[in-house]
């Protein structure tokens, strides 16, 4: 089976999220068990850090479309960083950067976060 | 027992040891009293040698059965009983004979056969009896003593006999006797069986070894007497005389030494019967490995057995899911309780426990609701429960009162819980294999339902060779391809791929289907039927699917394509020599719930000329891996159909499918796989032109 991991991180009202592995639609539920909890919890302005992320299947790329409504809906958001070239595509051919914003660096998506209050 | 014709065949022995008993009775018929040496000779032969086949049957007959030692002691006991009643009711009932042989009557005579034949039956199963016992349990073959204890019986019979008529051998006779006295001890002493019967068992056989000591002794010291029952034996057979005589006193030696080794074994009967009853639940365990495969009868019994077997009074088990680890099983104890019990104890040890351990004397106070529960134990063993070296669950047991766990009960326990470990696994691999399988069926149904809404006739024309070819992942992927006729002269076509595996992907399949099908009945410009498909995908499906897609419309008379792409890979066009990769905007169907999809969507339209080639397929073809997880990719697309450009379409398509089956051999096929290409044989160049 293959590896995944998903850690999140705390930066002031924003929460990273950094995938690690393959997210297919074996894995796909360990994300959405961490968007509902941050749902739970209000935290509504998320960054995803893609870094250290292999592989993306089409279930992976649903739990974003799944909760990105909730989050928008509560002035927040879904913001994706870090991506390598590969996995970019994925998302570009599916017109992700039409409906999302994509962002070099975490960084660069916290600070759109904060510059927005 | 490896005698002289034991290896006979069971009814032959008996045949003979019948045949031999006959010929003695008729003998003594005939000679009612034995009185010249040949004769007695010949009636010794009789009567040892019946006695030996009689043994011989009666040692196969015992054998068969399965005697418990006890059951063979009683019996012994019984026989002398019956001896013992013999030989007193003969002794007040008739005299001493008469020393003058000649008045003896047939009457007489035929008492005193009957007394020899019963003595001769008794002997024989005594002797076959304490044979059986003696094998029990023995390591090395006892037989060897046995056999020679035996033949000194044999040898001291027939010097006894011989001394009826000359006293020249009566030293002899002694020496041999002696000897047979050593043997008997010696054989005596074979009483390892008494270690292996429970404690009350060995009570019984006190018991009963006390009462066979008297009745052995009785008949022993009956047989030194010269009293009417001694002289009819001798008169019978002074060989058998000797070998009663012999076998009371065996019957003496060995059931003093039983007494003794019962006796001492008493003290430590307790002890015995334990371990006993710990290797014998290790046995239950195995069977139960074997037989029983739900997981959560599985636990239930360890904790029971558990209890059980180690004089406890609660055991629970642990059992790893995931990261965690969870209550399976409680018995004597609340489930709330073994789990407050569990965090406090097992939290110190960052659950990770190398051997057993063991915890003395201890109170665990812990709040159950509003209330503050103390769970006060003597002694509490904590064993893991290890799989290839990792920890897979942990089982407790714990004793209120009585005794505490010591260190010989630590390796027990941990023989136990290695057991438990190996059925708990082998009960987890069996719930996986069945999941697997009822996998397995889904997707069988998935894929029937795939086929089934795949065209089954690829449409033709002069003008446009169509090739699709379609290969199925095991986990059905939700690829999906069409074409419908549209009007009399227009060619529709759709590619698409569904996000999601199994049989949602082939329901949602099946929706799409019934989309497309339908819009392109009445819809003809590409880029409007997208934007319908996308509304009716978003009331309807959930929102974490969504479907990419091809979809276009090819006019037969002219060669015009106009298409659109929502989200889906590229439409690679192979013309001069080169391939472009056609990629008008379009957000994947079902992705966009604003009106972002249609603002963005674009159509595309191109003029098809003699010889353009058209290759649509799903991502199944691009992102195929081979053994070090490279993606078969565009590039090699592009390449295989620059070179193949002369083929026609089924061809074409033959060598792209061919390339990715080898590029990706080594791995198995994750996606499925959708191919159509279309080979354009329109020649517009004179349109125009003219």
């Known amino acids: 089976m293959a590896d995944f991991n998903v850690n999140t991180r705390e930066v002031g009202s924003v929460r990273v999220i950094e995938l690690k592995g393959y997210l297919d639609a074996h894995t796909a539920p360990e994300l959405e068990n961490t968007f509902n909890s941050l749902i739970n919890d209000a935290n509504f302005k998320v960054v995803v850090n893609f870094n250290s992320l292999k592989y993306i299947s089409s279930a992976g790329l649903g739990v974003f479309m799944a909760y990105v409504e909730t989050m928008r809906e509560n002035s927040g958001d879904i913001k994706f960083t870090n991506m390598n070239k590969d996995v970019y595509n994925i998302f570009d051919l599916l017109g992700f950067p039409m409906l999302y914003e994509f962002f070099e660096d975490e960084d660069l998506a916290i600070q759109k976060f904060n510059n927005s209050l | ?690």
């Not at chain 2, 334990?274 to 904790?303: G, R």
């Not at chain 2, 005794?403 to 009960?409: C, G, I, K, T, Y």
């Not at chain 2, 978003?538 to 990419?548: A, D, G, R």
């Not at chain 2, 080169?578 to 379009?586: C, F």
């Open chain 2, 1 to 690: 027992m490896s005698l002289p014709s034991s290896d006979l065949l069971n009814s032959r022995k008996f045949e003979i040891a019948t045949a031999l008993s006959l010929l003695l009775f008729l003998f003594r018929i005939v000679f009612s009293t034995v009185n010249s040496p040949l004769l007695l000779i010949l009636n010794e032969l009789l009567v040892l040698s019946s006695l030996y086949f009689w043994i011989l049957y009666i040692t196969n007959f015992i054998n068969e059965k399965e005697h418990t030692p006890i059951s063979l002691v009683l019996n012994a006991g019984i026989l002398n009983a019956i001896l013992f009643f013999i030989i007193a009711i003969t002794t007040v009932l008739f005299d001493k004979l008469p020393e003058d042989e000649i008045s003896f009557g047939f009457f007489e005579a035929l008492i005193l056969l009957l007394l020899g034949f019963i003595t001769l039956g008794i002997a024989t199963y005594i002797i076959s009896g304490f044979s059986e016992l003696m094998k029990l349990k023995q390591k090395r073959n006892p037989a060897k003593y046995f056999n020679s204890m035996m033949l000194f019986f044999l040898f001291s019979a027939i010097l006894f006999a011989y001394s009826q008529f000359d006293n020249s051998l009566k030293s002899v006779d002694n020496a041999v006797y002696v000897v047979a006295i050593c043997l008997i001890t010696f054989n005596a002493l074979r009483v390892s069986w008494i270690a292996f019967l429970v404690k009350k068992q060995k009570l019984q056989l006190l018991i009963i070894s006390i009462v066979l000591i008297i009745l052995f002794g009785f008949n022993f010291s009956f047989t030194m007497e010269s009293d009417f029952f001694n002289q009819a034996m001798i008169n019978f057979s002074p060989g058998i005389y000797r070998s009663l005589n012999l076998i009371m006193l065996y019957g003496v030696i060995y059931f003093v030494i039983i007494f003794f080794t019962a006796l001492f074994h008493l003290p430590t009967a307790e002890a015995f019967d334990k371990k006993s009853e710990e290797i014998s639940s290790l046995f239950d365990l195995s069977k139960l490995l074997t037989s029983v495969f739900d997981f959560k009868d599985l636990a239930e019994n360890i904790t029971s057995i558990t209890t059980k077997v180690y004089n406890s009074d609660s055991a629970w088990l642990l059992t790893r899911e995931g990261d965690e680890y969870k209550l399976s099983s409680v018995s004597g104890i609340g489930y709330m309780q073994a789990e407050k019990i569990t965090e406090s104890v097992l939290e110190k040890y960052d659950y990770n426990l190398s051997e057993v351990l063991i915890i003395d004397k201890k109170k665990i106070k812990f709040r159950v609701r509003n209330d503050i529960v103390s769970f006060n134990f003597d002694s509490m063993a904590i064993a893991p429960l290890k799989v290839h070296n990792q920890i897979e669950g942990f089982l407790f047991v714990a004793r209120k009162s009585d005794s505490r766990f010591e260190s010989e009960d630590k390796k027990a326990i941990a023989a136990y819980a290695d057991y438990a470990a190996i059925a708990l696994e082998n009960a987890k691999l069996i719930k996986e294999s069945l999941e697997k399988e009822r996998l397995e069926k889904e997707m069988e149904v998935a894929r029937e339902i795939q086929y089934k809404l795949l065209p089954n006739k690829i449409p033709s024309f002069k003008d446009l060779e169509i090739s699709a070819v379609f290969i199925p992942a095991f986990e059905v992927g939700g690829d999906y391809y069409d074409f419908f006729e549209v009007g009399e002269k227009n060619l529709a076509f759709v590619v698409a791929d569904v996000s999601g595996k199994g049989i949602s992907a082939a329901f949602i399949m099946a929706e799409i289907k019934g989309i497309f099908e339908s819009l392109s009945k009445t819809i003809s410009q590409p880029k409007v039927l997208l934007n319908y498909a996308n509304d009716i995908i978003n009331q309807s499906l959930e929102k974490k699917y969504f479907v990419t897609a091809i979809y276009g419309i090819i006019d037969m008379q002219n060669g015009k394509l106009t298409f659109g792409r929502a989200g889906h890979t590229p439409l690679h066009l192979f013309r001069d020599n080169s391939v472009k990769r056609l990629r008008p905007n379009g957000i994947g169907l079902g992705l966009d719930h604003g009106n972002k999809f249609a603002s963005t969507l674009e159509e595309m339209e191109i003029q098809l000329n003699n010889n353009d080639i058209l290759i649509l397929y799903s991502d199944g073809i691009t992102e195929a891996q081979n053994g070090i997880n490279e993606e078969f990719g565009y590039d090699k697309l592009d390449t295989i159909v620059t070179e193949n450009w002369r083929k026609n379409a089924s061809e074409i398509s033959n060598e792209i499918i061919k390339n990715v089956t080898t590029f990706s051999k080594d791995k198995a096929q994750h996606d499925d796989i959708t191919l159509v290409v279309f080979k354009s044989n329109f020649n517009n160049k004179q349109i125009e032109v003219g």
